[in-house]
């Protein structure tokens, strides 16, 4: 299986933009999935193939995908979007590695 | 509305054995692939295991093959991990996730609350 490259952490101020990335060789071949965790929680999907998102997730969440990075964007970023943000993807031998997770703090 | 419920989880000794379940309601489960995710104390999200709606066809990450083995009752909405020769790093809370398709998509929506398993003498 592959390696997905999350940056450790992410901080930034309220109604700011936060951006997090995730590096992959396998990127430009198959879809990356975004994963919210608050403390004490199960994660929750907040982006599915790369862009998409699913239902009940606010509009400041989404995501696009360059090459072999893809990128998880919040928008105005509230307190309550304070959490760890996992990308998740597959490969071609059926594992689903995920990223070393990002924490985002908001300030 | 979708539910996942795991149990099983406790403490368990070094080198013994355990089974999870995962208990579905709320979607045809025969339907959709469904995976084990871990996560140790403190650590990050650690993907474990998948099977199909079928459970014809399984998956493995490398570092539990040969000790884990995923299965599925599609009578019974029950979704299996037996876990063999336990270590100390297996010691985690163990998500079941619900994948988006019959065969696996590796999209995990929803997950449950998870099981805490802990190995320790």
């Known amino acids: 299986s592959y390696e997905l490259t999350q940056p450790p952490s992410v901080s930034v101020s309220p109604g700011q933009t936060a951006r997090i990335t995730c590096s992959g060789d396998a990127l430009p071949k198959q879809y990356a999935y975004w994963y919210q965790q608050k403390p004490g929680q199960a994660p929750v999907l907040v982006i599915y193939?790369?862009?998409e998102r699913p239902s009940g997730i606010p509009e400041r969440f989404s995501g696009a995908s360059s090459g072999t990075t893809v990128t998880l964007t919040i928008s105005g970023v509230q307190a309550e979007d304070e959490a760890d943000y996992y990308c998740q993807s597959t490969d071609s031998s059926g594992t689903c590695p995920f990223g070393g997770g990002t924490k985002l703090t908001v300030l | 509305e979708v539910q996942l419920l795991e149990s099983g989880g406790g403490l368990i000794q070094p080198g013994g054995s355990l089974r999870l379940s995962c208990a579905a309601s709320?979607?045809?489960?025969?339907?959709?692939?469904m995976s084990w995710v871990r996560q140790a104390p403190g650590k990050g999200l650690e993907w474990v295991s998948a099977i199909s709606g079928s459970g014809g066809s399984t998956y493995y990450a490398d570092s539990v093959k040969g000790r884990f083995t995923i299965s599925r009752d599609n009578s019974k909405n029950t979704l299996y991990l037996q876990i063999n020769s336990l270590r100390a790093e297996d010691t985690a809370v163990y998500y079941c996730a619900k994948d988006v398709d019959i065969t696996l998509e590796g999209c995990f929506d929803p997950w449950g609350q998870g099981t805490l398993v802990t190995v320790s003498s």
């Open positions: 709320g979607f045809t489960f025969s339907s959709y692939a």
């Open positions: 193939k790369d862009s």
